[in-house]
């Protein structure tokens, strides 16, 4: 069972930045690709950026490339999303998730947390 706890969201002027937190175990730190999505009110959840285990380079969706950065923490067991220069667009429900991709399994979820960027 692949246990993900996010922290971070919260409310944020536009131009600001916020950093989301996702701690997970050991265990699956080490083995599973870790991700952020997110899901706008009235829309899909779109996928935010990811990072392997393995250490290839992150990617991200194209709408946050240069103002988003996703890293690990080793020592933590945490994987972070550090958001800056955020626009009103960026407004959702962020999920943290993770993926065995040796064993092809589906993305587990977090619970969300909120992030509102105001004009």
């Known amino acids: 069972q692949v246990q993900l706890v996010e922290s971070g969201g919260g409310l944020v002027q536009a131009g600001g930045s916020l950093r989301l937190s996702c701690a997970t175990s050991?265990?699956?730190?080490?083995?599973?690709?870790m991700g952020w999505f997110r899901q706008a009110p009235g829309k899909d959840r779109e996928f935010v950026a990811a990072?392997?285990?393995?250490?290839?380079?992150?990617y991200y969706t194209d709408s946050v490339k240069g103002r988003f950065t996703i890293f690990r923490a080793n020592t933590r067991n945490t994987v972070y999303l550090q958001m800056n220069n955020l626009k009103t667009e960026d407004t959702a429900v962020y999920y943290c998730?993770?993926?065995?991709?040796?064993?092809?399994?589906?993305?587990?979820w977090g619970q969300g947390t909120q992030v509102t960027v105001s004009s």
């Open positions: 050991q265990r699956t730190f080490s083995t599973h690709a």
């Open positions: 990072v392997s285990s393995t250490g290839e380079p992150p």
């Open positions: 998730a993770a993926r065995d991709v040796s064993l092809s399994t589906d993305w587990s």
